[in-house]
């Protein structure tokens, strides 16, 4: 095969999107930590199908063309670290071939590296052992052959690629210790190779299908590869938290079968009493009735794809005009939390627009500009509040040119609270970012949240189902009761200098417990306790220590 045209490039993205989606459940359990957090699969998944749909609703026929299209789709639905690194990836690609129509094996290779160029100057600190090394070895390595050789077959490309990123994958665990310990490969590592396996199998005559009966999915997506129409319908999101009946009964397939009777591009991701539901049908409504039979919805959204599609540009005119017609202030700020009750607390502490969303719920790239549209401020202040959050919280703000936007790079939601204390709407930007920025350093942050699964960290055994507590980026407690694992937590946080601690319970603690805490805390040092309700999902405690 000499040459990639817009029809083949088309059928490669659909058989990735589709490979990708199939293995969507394992990469999310490749997590490194067994917290309810693995949804690297879920978020590269969403990011890609949203630039693959873009990019197979694109008229052209231009790989140049449709790359274009590719990027921009993948760069406003990028979620979590491992989105937008993808979404990188795939910018560089474009960027190499933006004036082709079709592509050689030559071509090719050095799109693929220009690929691995940009996604690593995207990140700050790039960690080794990532999927920054699966795209960098293996583009590297195939580009070298492919010169070397004089390869001027496609798929020899494609197929050295697959072969050169199987291997890098599978030194990640050599170049990142923790990987070694939980005995996994890296997560969004594990999410490239798939994806370039469906390329490779597209090239080779057979696109690859979305399984879990989701035919329609399939059938849809291929109508646009043909150049045909196809309805657009409402792209449906929710997050339920399954009562004791859908504890007992839920199952993966069962659901996203009852799905595919009303809809399709289905990703259904149980973590024990949380499901992750995304689904584009016709009939919304219907959709929220099977999930609600399941469980209480923690997150919903429901969004016109028809109405996206047609009138976008209209769209992005309102919302400037909008902007226009808010009312002007010198700061504004956006934050991203989970539960109403620290959605509150950052209302309280003059944030603007809280984004919904933290673990489990990334939200997107498109998520921030929209936030980012609503303002009319001259300087904006973002608070990602999760370390997993910050890439695309940084890529919002580089889409945003026109607007003065700052991101304040906090990982934990005790830190966001922190900065936003520190801000003061009477100084000038320096003296803010001076300020919020050092506030990250003087804030400790603990959670805790229950293990998904058997694993062992830094000599810990940790058994499914038990209390982890959590301090930084450290499990330094696990136990079968939460009390007593925040207690331990407490017990590596508190120190003599210790002054105010911040205790935020979630929907799965009461008061009761809380108080219990304060108490607790009162006995072992002279800090002072603050307890808020901030009925957040995952976490049954928050805990910040200043």
Request: charged share 25%; hydrophobic share 40%.
């Amino acid at each position: 095969m000499e040459w990639i045209d817009g029809q083949l490039f088309k059928e490669m993205l659909l058989s990735g999107m589709n490979n990708l989606g199939n293995h969507c459940a394992q990469i999310d359990a490749l997590n490194v930590f067994p917290v309810p957090d693995g949804d690297t699969g879920t978020n590269m998944y969403l990011t890609v199908s949203n630039g693959v749909q873009a990019a197979l609703e694109d008229p052209s026929d231009s790989v140049g063309n449709i790359a274009k299209t590719l990027s921009r789709g993948l760069l406003m639905g990028a979620r979590g670290n491992s989105g937008v690194i993808t979404s990188q990836i795939f910018r560089g690609f474009y960027q190499a071939v933006k004036d082709l129509d079709r592509i050689d094996a030559a071509q090719l290779a050095h799109a693929l590296v220009n690929g691995s160029r940009v996604a690593y100057r995207a990140v700050m600190r790039p960690v080794e052992g990532t999927i920054l090394t699966v795209i960098r070895e293996a583009a590297d390595y195939t580009y070298a052959y492919t010169m070397t050789d004089e390869v001027t077959d496609c798929v020899k490309v494609m197929e050295r690629m697959v072969k050169e990123a199987k291997e890098s994958l599978d030194t990640t665990p050599q170049l990142l210790p923790v990987l070694a310990e939980v005995g996994v490969v890296d997560s969004g590592g594990k999410g490239l190779l798939v994806i370039l396996e469906g390329f490779l199998s597209a090239m080779k005559g057979k696109v690859i299908e979305k399984e879990g009966g989701d035919q329609n999915a399939q059938q849809g997506a291929q109508t646009k590869v043909q150049g045909g129409e196809e309805e657009y319908g409402f792209c449906t999101e929710f997050i339920l938290h399954l009562n004791e009946n859908g504890m007992r009964h839920f199952s993966e397939n069962s659901f996203k079968e009852e799905l595919s009777t009303i809809g399709n591009s289905i990703v259904c991701v149980q973590d024990e009493d949380l499901v992750k539901v995304h689904v584009h049908t016709l009939e919304p409504q219907t959709a929220i009735k099977m999930g609600r039979r399941q469980g209480r919805f923690m997150k919903l959204k429901v969004e016109n794809m028809q109405d996206q599609h047609d009138n976008i540009l209209e769209k992005e005119e309102e919302e400037k005009h909008e902007a226009k017609r808010a009312p002007h202030k010198k700061y504004g700020i956006i934050t991203v939390a989970a539960g109403d009750g620290i959605k509150d607390m950052f209302k309280e502490l003059r944030a603007d627009i809280v984004v919904g969303g933290g673990q489990t719920m990334n939200p997107s790239t498109e998520d921030f500009v929209s936030a980012i549209n609503q303002l009319n401020c001259d300087h904006i202040f973002i608070l990602p509040n999760n370390s997993n959050i910050i890439l695309a919280a940084q890529q919002a703000q580089t889409v945003c040119e026109d607007v003065d936007v700052h991101v304040i790079p906090s990982k934990t939601i005790p830190q966001g609270l922190s900065a936003c204390i520190m801000f003061n709407p009477d100084v000038d930007v320096t003296a803010n970012l001076d300020e919020m920025n050092d506030a990250l350093a003087n804030v400790k942050s603990g959670e805790v949240t229950y293990a998904v699964r058997d694993t062992t960290y830094e000599g810990m055994e940790i058994k499914k189902g038990q209390y982890m507590g959590m301090f930084g980026k450290a499990i330094v407690a696990c136990q079968d009761d939460c009390m007593e694992a925040t207690k331990e937590l407490l017990d590596k946080m508190l120190d003599k200098d210790s002054e105010l601690v911040t205790l935020i319970y979630g929907e799965d603690a009461t008061g009761e417990q809380a108080q219990e805490l304060a108490d607790y805390i009162e006995e072992h040092s002279d800090a002072e306790v603050e307890i808020t309700n901030g009925q957040q999902p995952v976490y049954s405690f928050i805990i910040g220590v200043e």
